[in-house]
C-alpha cells in the first residue's frame, strides 16, 4: 500500500516535536507537517469545549495539506477532544496518553508519579484508565507553568529548577519508583528531572510507543511513502519561530503563519 502524503502533527506548541522525533527516527521516508499552536499554549488551563475548538482547527490546517492521518501530539489534546475529533473527520487519529500501564505494571514500590496539566489530569479519559489501577498509589501534579516556560525559551532558567524541585520533591518522598511525564513538553526537561530525582526512579514518555503506532497504521491502514526522493519535514508555528526552530534544528523550514 503507498500513500505519499504526508504526516500531520499537531501540538499547543514546541512540545509535541519530542513525538515528532521520535516518529521520524522510526520513519524517515515519510514527509511530515508539524503544526504548534504556540500562540493558544498552554491548552492545560483551557476548558474542555475551547481544547475541543482548537483541536478542530489544528486539524482543518492539517487536512488542507492532504494529510493522511493525524497525529495529536498533545496529552491535553487527546484527553479531551480525540473521540471528538474521531467523530468529525474521516481520517487516522493517533492520540498521546500518559503511559501510566508501563509505569503500574512494573512499580515494585506500587507508587508512581504522573506529572501532567491540568487539563490532562481532570479529564475523564484520564481518570478512566488510572481506575484500572487500584492497586497503585497514583501521586498527581500538575506542571503548573512548565509549559509557559518552555514556550518563551525558558528551559533551564532558575526559575524552571524551582518549580521541577517544587513539584518532584513531594513524589520522592512518598517513595514513587517510576515518574511519568503526562505531556509532550516535559521530555525536555527530563536533564532537569534527573538532577533533581534519585537514580532509581524511571522516567517514561510515551513518544516511541505512539511512533509504533503510527508505523502500525501506515502498515495496516494508510499507506507508506513510496519515493526515492529525500523526505520534507515542514513546521508551522503561529508564535515566534525562534523558539521551534532552536528544538527541531535549524535544518529545517519553520514558517509563520496565522491559524
Not at 499537531?10 to 511530515?32: A, R, V
Not at 497525529?71 to 467523530?87: P, S, W, Y
Not at 509557559?148 to 518549580?163: A, V
Request: proline share 5%; aromatic share 8%; charged share 25%.
Amino acid at each position: 500500500m503507498t500513500n505519499n502524503n504526508p504526516i500531520g502533527l499537531f501540538d499547543s506548541g514546541i512540545g509535541g516535536t519530542s513525538i515528532w522525533k521520535e516518529i521520524h527516527n522510526l520513519l524517515p521516508n515519510e514527509n511530515t507537517i508539524y503544526l504548534a499552536d504556540s500562540k493558544n499554549a498552554p491548552y492545560g488551563q483551557k476548558s474542555k469545549d475551547e481544547i475541543i475548538q482548537l483541536s478542530f482547527k489544528n486539524t482543518e490546517f492539517l487536512l488542507d495539506q492532504n494529510c493522511k492521518l493525524i497525529v495529536v501530539a498533545c496529552n491535553t489534546a487527546t484527553t479531551n477532544a480525540i473521540k471528538e475529533l474521531r467523530d468529525k473527520y474521516d481520517v487516522p487519529f493517533i492520540g498521546i496518553e500518559p503511559a501510566i500501564k508501563p509505569a503500574a505494571t512494573n512499580s515494585k514500590t506500587q507508587k508512581i508519579g504522573i506529572l501532567a496539566t491540568k487539563g490532562t489530569l481532570n479529564s475523564e479519559l484520564f481518570y478512566k484508565n488510572v481506575e484500572k489501577f487500584q492497586d497503585i498509589k497514583i501521586v498527581e501534579q500538575i506542571g503548573y507553568n512548565l509549559v509557559t516556560l518552555i514556550e518563551n525559551g525558558e528551559m533551564n532558567s532558575p526559575e524552571m529548577n524551582d518549580l521541577l524541585q517544587e513539584y518532584l520533591t513531594p513524589m520522592i518522598e512518598q517513595n514513587i519508583d517510576y515518574l511519568v511525564l503526562g505531556c509532550t513538553h516535559y521530555p525536555y526537561l527530563i536533564p532537569q528531572i534527573e538532577k533533581i530525582i534519585p537514580k532509581n526512579i524511571k522516567i517514561i514518555d510515551s513518544g516511541e510507543a505512539v511512533a509504533r503506532q503510527t508505523k502500525a497504521i501506515l502498515e495496516n491502514k494508510v499507506g507508506f511513502r513510496n519515493s526515492l526522493e529525500k523526505s520534507t519535514q515542514i513546521f508551522y508555528t503561529n508564535a515566534n519561530p525562534k523558539v521551534l526552530s532552536e528544538i527541531v534544528g535549524k535544518k529545517y523550514n519553520v514558517i509563520k503563519k496565522d491559524f
